[in-house]
């Protein structure tokens, strides 16, 4: 066996070739059976040639490879080859075996690799790197970078899904809380909420009980309306109330469990 330096080259080699065959695929037809027909058979295919050599150098430096397809080394036809090489080699630096000081630095290869995936259009790819970008820095206990890579690792995801149920909930999700990662969404839905509630109540009640449906409006959200508040007030608004109360008590179960979570990592 060479040393280090050539089974880096030649690593390299591989990886700069299977990525323009993986960008190929993608443009072709599917029926040419010498293109990878996924990231993951990609990665496989490396390792199964190359894997011994890794196990036993143990001295290859997180990164090395990358910073050596980034140079113009390398001539690539499309510019995705030149980001799914560069991921692929961040993922071989991922799956072996890493000391903490490595978590950040290929942490943070990993969430350039994912914004350049996301220019490039690669949203399934764009989605692997921010996930385990996301997941190193919870390694270093870094919350920004986790929530921050965690969020779009969730865009990502619902970005690249087929299933428009899904999809439509992935971006509801984003838009209530964040994806979980950011809880004081909520609160805006909560006085926009309440501002709605307010303004339908007037409208439906009129000018003569305005005092009564303010105080209502505002305090149903936290507290259901008993029958003794509403007696006076025609039925028009009583299902209104009784919905902002429902949804009150759910959002406020969803904004405290949140906010737990993002406060102990639960």
């Not at 059976?33 to 997180?62: H, I, M, N």
């Not at 001539?75 to 799914?84: C, G, H, N, T």
């Not at 290929?106 to 790819?125: H, K, P, Q, R, V």
Request: aromatic letters at 10%; hydrophobic letters at 45%.
């Amino acid at each position: 066996m060479g040393d280090v330096r050539d089974l880096d080259e030649s690593v390299s080699d591989v990886m700069m070739r299977l990525a323009t065959a993986y960008v190929d695929g993608l443009d072709g037809d599917g029926t040419d059976e010498s293109y990878p027909r996924s990231f993951d058979e990609c990665v496989t295919r490396v390792l199964e040639k190359y894997g011994s050599e890794f196990a036993r150098s143990g001295s290859l430096v997180v990164g090395q490879r990358s910073a050596e397809l980034r140079i113009a080394r390398f001539a690539y036809d499309d510019p995705r080859a030149r980001d799914v090489a560069l991921l692929l080699a961040a993922e071989l630096d991922f799956c072996g075996p890493l000391h903490a000081r490595q978590n950040i630095a290929l942490a943070e290869i990993f969430e350039d690799l994912g914004n350049s995936l996301s220019a490039s259009g690669l949203i399934d790819l764009e989605a692997l790197a921010f996930r385990r970008a996301a997941r190193l820095y919870a390694l270093c206990e870094d919350r920004r970078g986790e929530e921050r890579c965690g969020i779009r690792f969730e865009r990502a995801n619902t970005a690249a899904t087929r299933s428009l149920p899904r999809k439509a909930a992935g971006r509801a999700a984003f838009l209530l809380c964040g994806y979980g990662y950011r809880p004081s969404y909520l609160l805006g839905w909560v006085i926009a909420l309440v501002a709605v509630c307010t303004v339908v109540g007037l409208l439906l009640e009129g000018d003569a009980a305005w005092t009564t449906t303010v105080y209502l409006a505002v305090t149903a959200f936290l507290d259901p309306v008993a029958p003794g508040d509403i007696r006076s007030m025609e039925g028009a608004a009583h299902p209104l109330f009784a919905v902002e109360s429902w949804i009150g008590a759910i959002s406020m179960s969803v904004f405290f469990a949140l906010l737990v979570r993002k406060w102990f990592r639960l």
